[in-house]
Nanobody, 122 residues
Framework: QVQLVESGGGLVQPGGSLRLSCAAS????????MGWYRQAPGKQRELVAR???????TYADSVKGRFTISRDITKNTVALQMNSLKPEDTAVYYC????????????????WGQGTQVTVSL
């Protein structure tokens, strides 16, 4: 069974930085794409950034120029470097893995982590 475990959330002041990390484990063969979504209180979950196995990236307009996603395919990890954080970045951040194939032949279209809280406040 493939699992995603996030780390790196916390409390930071406006203008500060945080780095989120996510590690996938569990007999993995390939993962096509990994990414980050977030959900703020009372709002819908939204895509923050994602990266394919070919290093093609997509960012939400609200984070372009401030956030950078990176991935280590050999380690099945993905990171999100968040700079110039704003109060509106406050949310629970979820790691995702798309098109996951395991060595035993199973396939999962999308897997989610449990989320990590990011709070941007004075």
């Amino acid at each position: 069974q493939v699992q995603l475990v996030e780390s790196g959330g916390g409390l930071v002041q406006p203008g500060g930085s945080l780095r989120l990390s996510c590690a996938a484990s569990g007999n993995i063969f390939t993962i096509y794409r990994m990414g980050w979504y977030r959900q703020a209180p009372g709002k819908q979950r939204e895509l923050v950034a994602r990266i394919t196995s070919g290093n093609s990236t997509t960012y939400a307009d609200s984070v372009k120029g401030r956030f950078t996603i990176s991935r280590d395919i050999t380690k099945n990890t993905v990171a999100l470097q968040m700079n110039s954080l704003k109060p509106e970045d406050t949310a629970v951040y979820y790691c995702t893995a798309d098109s996951v194939r395991t060595l035993s032949g199973t396939y999962n279209q999308q897997i989610w982590g449990q989320g990590t809280q990011v709070t941007v406040s004075l």
